[in-house]
């Protein structure tokens, strides 16, 4: 939670950026959508889950991180070989990377004093987010909590628009954001020592999509409104000191409002509605044999439909179920997981068109670890995992653009790793280092690629790629003189590579949007109740398209932030002032081509915290 607090991020999407090996597609500003993509698998591999039961979209696969507020999480984690949890739904196990959300919601469970949290952002570009949480205990073991955050921003940044010799300075047009998300969430200590979590969350958002500014030409009209709902819940239980059990089940219900009022058309423009509706249902147990050796097994079940309001469209619905399977095995040293997941994908057109045939497809993993010396400061590491993904509802029947016959992508991933972490003095309190090298074989990818703007997509089976990469992560931390400092860094160097046919002239080529070069920095110094510090990303040059050249290449890109916090402290609560300085170089740069981000601009927060 401290890490997240130095980044000051605005939404998860924005502090994902910081985890190596990630890459977030961003399309700019605060109301930019935000997707991310581990290792270059690409956004549909990657589940979210958020207080232990998954988020789903089947419409494009691709959840948004924008709507995921910074403000009342407690952890972000990224997996890659799988969490170790045997107790994971199935669902989040079958994925080939799982980011982990968790809240403040239940973080206790002990019937306590009443908390509270209060907070008010404002910064550049006209841009409010004012935000409120409360913890309220019922009666010994039942406490309510919600929390709220409004967002409003224009989104007016400068850009200078290039082209050739000439250039313009404008501003960003059609980038205003208005969104709410709120929570209400009930965590309760039931007489059999089983405890029971229910959350109601709704998220509502109405934004403009800025357009890709081509030939001095920004004007865009777009506009996309979210209205979503959900209920969901997670009832665990200890049987005995053995065993566990975990049943969740979810309800969520995701309206989006695509309109366009320049497309061609007898109507005078679009306006698509789409409805997508999903019933989430997951058991797990797990059960310590031995001392040493444990199993877990997880049974997910899903009913998905998506309705639209355009015409011929096919109405599609899907049942999914996943079936999984894992052991763990620890002595001494040693340390070894296994797991095999099974999933079944049955597809149904409720109106016009042809369905896609019925997927039934088997996935193993293992990871093993060794810790020399027990207590050593070194651990080795290695996995290999399956990886499956069915294309999506967008993908398959997507008027005009979707293809029923569109192949699922299957992937097979290996790494080997190192760490070494050792606790020190005072002036070296802990250090730590990781490596990790990797490589994925990536049959029939499909690419995904924003077309005439941010909603309409173009899908493409690449064939055959390979990744390959190395991830290194130093953290450092300590204590001179009365500071305490802190240091991370991260990079990644990865080569991501077409090699599909020999005779194409993108044959081993890099993907689209996949720099050889990308990392993070962060640095802070603390003294008494001040705090301030630095964050920076970069990443290397990258491609817009397959064929590697000269036109199609976007140049690399740097930016550093800067913060200073003071923290004042009364009897009953604590007040947090800070400011900070976002891209101070003013780097002008896109993730997305003609898809400009923002360059320099302030923020100032205050924070009131009784939590």
Same mark, same amino acid.
């Given at each position: 939670? *401290?890490?997240?607090?130095?980044?000051?991020?605005?939404?998860?999407?924005?502090?994902?950026?910081?985890?190596?090996?990630? !890459?977030?597609?961003?399309?700019?500003?605060?109301?930019?959508?935000?997707? =991310?993509?581990?290792?270059? !698998?690409?956004?549909a591999h990657t589940a979210i889950v958020y207080d232990g039961v998954p988020v789903s979209d089947l419409q494009s696969g691709q959840i948004d991180l924008s709507r995921f507020s910074n403000s009342f999480i407690q952890s972000l984690q990224l997996y890659q070989s799988?969490?170790?949890?045997?107790?994971?739904?199935?669902?989040?196990?079958?994925?080939?990377?799982? !980011?982990?959300?968790?809240? &403040?919601? +239940?973080?206790?469970?002990?019937?306590?004093?009443?908390?509270?949290?209060?907070?008010?952002?404002?910064?550049?570009?006209?841009?409010?987010?004012?935000?409120?949480?409360?913890?309220?205990?019922?009666?010994?073991?039942?406490?309510?909590?919600?929390?709220?955050?409004? @967002?409003?921003?224009?989104?007016?940044?400068?850009?200078?628009?290039?082209?050739?010799?000439?250039?313009?300075?404008?501003?960003?047009?059609?980038?205003?954001?208005?969104? @709410?998300?709120?929570?209400?969430?009930?965590?309760?200590?039931?007489?059999?020592?089983?405890?029971?979590q229910v959350k109601l969350g709704t998220y509502f958002s109405d934004r403009g999509l800025p357009g890709p500014i081509v030939f001095f030409n920004e004007r865009s009209v777009q506009d996309l409104y979210n209205g979503d709902a959900y209920l969901q819940s997670r009832?665990?239980?200890?049987?005995?000191?053995?065993?566990? @059990?975990?049943?969740?089940?979810?309800?969520?219900?995701?309206?989006?409002?695509?309109?366009?009022?320049?497309?061609?058309?007898?109507?005078?423009?679009?306006?698509?509605?789409?409805?997508?509706?999903?019933?989430?249902?997951?058991?797990?147990?797990? /059960?310590?044999?031995?001392?040493?050796?444990?199993?877990?097994?997880?049974?997910?079940?899903?009913?998905?439909?998506?309705? %639209?309001?355009?015409?011929?469209?096919?109405?599609?619905? /899907?049942?999914?179920?996943?079936?999984?399977?894992?052991?763990?095995?620890?002595?001494?040293?040693?340390?070894?997981?296994?797991?095999?997941?099974?999933?079944?994908?049955?597809?149904?057109?409720?109106?016009?068109? &042809?369905?896609?045939?019925?997927?039934?497809?088997?996935?193993?993993?293992?990871?093993?670890?060794?810790?020399?010396? &027990?207590?050593?400061?070194?651990?080795?590491?290695?996995?290999?995992?399956?990886?499956?993904?069915?294309?999506?509802?967008?993908?398959?029947?997507?008027?005009?653009?979707?293809?029923?016959?569109?192949?699922?992508? +299957? %992937?097979?991933?290996?790494?080997?790793?190192?760490?070494?972490?050792?606790?020190?003095?005072?002036?070296?309190?802990?250090?730590?280092?990781? #490596?990790?090298?990797?490589?994925?074989?990536?049959?029939?990818?499909?690419?995904?690629?924003?077309?005439?703007? #941010?909603?309409?997509?173009?899908? #493409?089976?690449?064939?055959?790629?390979?990744?390959?990469?190395?991830?290194?992560?130093?953290? @450092?931390?300590? !204590?001179?003189?009365?500071?305490?400092?802190?240091?991370?860094?991260?990079?990644?160097?990865?080569? %991501?590579?077409?090699?599909?046919?020999?005779?194409?002239?993108?044959?081993?080529?890099? =993907?689209?949007?996949?720099?050889?070069?990308?990392?993070?920095?962060? +640095?802070?110094?603390? +003294?008494?109740?001040?705090?301030?510090?630095?964050?920076?990303?970069?990443?290397?040059? /990258?491609?817009?398209?397959?064929?590697?050249?000269?036109?199609?290449?976007?140049?690399?890109?740097?930016?550093?932030?800067?913060? $200073?916090?003071?923290?004042?402290?009364?009897?009953?609560?604590?007040?947090?002032?800070?400011?900070?300085?976002?891209?101070?170089?003013? *780097?002008?740069?896109? $993730?997305?081509?003609?898809?400009?981000?923002?360059?320099?601009?302030?923020?100032?927060?205050?924070?009131?915290?009784?939590?």
């Amino acid at each position: 939670k *401290a890490r997240l607090k130095q980044i000051q991020a605005y939404s998860v999407g924005d502090a994902a950026k910081y985890f190596s090996g990630a !890459l977030i597609k961003d399309y700019g500003g605060t109301g930019g959508l935000k997707t =991310i993509s581990v290792r270059s !698998l690409g956004a549909a591999h990657t589940a979210i889950v958020y207080d232990g039961v998954p988020v789903s979209d089947l419409q494009s696969g691709q959840i948004d991180l924008s709507r995921f507020s910074n403000s009342f999480i407690q952890s972000l984690q990224l997996y890659q070989s799988g969490s170790d949890d045997l107790l994971i739904p199935a669902r989040a196990a079958a994925a080939g990377a799982l !980011l982990s959300i968790k809240t &403040v919601a +239940f973080d206790t469970y002990h019937a306590g004093s009443t908390k509270w949290q209060a907070a008010i952002k404002a910064g550049s570009f006209n841009h409010l987010q004012p935000s409120a949480a409360l913890y309220l205990p019922v009666s010994k073991n039942v406490a309510i909590s919600g929390s709220a955050e409004a @967002l409003y921003s224009k989104g007016n940044y400068p850009v200078n628009i290039n082209n050739g010799n000439l250039s313009e300075k404008t501003r960003r047009n059609n980038s205003e954001i208005r969104s @709410l998300q709120s929570e209400v969430n009930l965590s309760a200590l039931l007489p059999d020592s089983s405890n029971l979590q229910v959350k109601l969350g709704t998220y509502f958002s109405d934004r403009g999509l800025p357009g890709p500014i081509v030939f001095f030409n920004e004007r865009s009209v777009q506009d996309l409104y979210n209205g979503d709902a959900y209920l969901q819940s997670r009832w665990n239980k200890s049987v005995g000191s053995k065993s566990r @059990l975990v049943v969740s089940g979810k309800y969520q219900r995701n309206l989006t409002r695509y309109r366009d009022p320049d497309f061609p058309n007898n109507a005078g423009g679009l306006n698509n509605r789409y409805l997508q509706e999903e019933g989430f249902l997951s058991a797990a147990a797990s /059960r310590d044999l031995s001392s040493k050796f444990s199993i877990g097994a997880a049974s997910d079940l899903a009913y998905t439909t998506l309705s %639209a309001n355009t015409a011929n469209y096919t109405a599609p619905a /899907r049942w999914t179920s996943w079936n999984h399977v894992t052991g763990k095995f620890k002595s001494g040293a040693l340390q070894a997981n296994s797991s095999l997941t099974y999933q079944h994908v049955t597809d149904i057109t409720r109106a016009t068109g &042809v369905a896609s045939p019925a997927r039934n497809v088997v996935t193993p993993s293992v990871a093993v670890s060794v810790k020399p010396g &027990v207590s050593g400061p070194w651990l080795i590491r290695a996995f290999y995992k399956k990886v499956f993904r069915v294309p999506t509802f967008n993908d398959l029947y997507y008027t005009l653009v979707g293809n029923s016959s569109l192949k699922p992508e +299957f %992937a097979d991933h290996y790494n080997v790793g190192a760490t070494y972490s050792t606790a020190g003095d005072r002036m070296l309190r802990t250090f730590s280092a990781g #490596l990790d090298a990797y490589h994925l074989t990536v049959k029939d990818k499909i690419v995904a690629a924003p077309s005439r703007n #941010l909603f309409v997509w173009t899908m #493409l089976n690449l064939g055959k790629v390979h990744v390959t990469g190395v991830d290194l992560n130093t953290e @450092l931390s300590g !204590l001179a003189n009365s500071l305490a400092w802190y240091l991370r860094i991260a990079y990644t160097w990865q080569r %991501a590579i077409d090699v599909t046919d020999v005779n194409s002239p993108s044959y081993k080529n890099r =993907i689209p949007y996949t720099p050889d070069h990308s990392g993070s920095g962060m +640095f802070s110094l603390g +003294f008494s109740n001040w705090k301030t510090g630095y964050n920076g990303i970069f990443s290397g040059h /990258r491609f817009t398209l397959g064929e590697n050249n000269d036109f199609n290449k976007l140049p690399a890109w740097m930016t550093h932030d800067f913060f $200073i916090t003071r923290n004042i402290q009364y009897s009953i609560f604590e007040v947090e002032l800070r400011a900070s300085v976002i891209n101070a170089g003013d *780097a002008r740069y896109d $993730i997305v081509r003609y898809y400009p981000m923002p360059g320099r601009s302030f923020q100032l927060s205050i924070l009131f915290n009784h939590l």
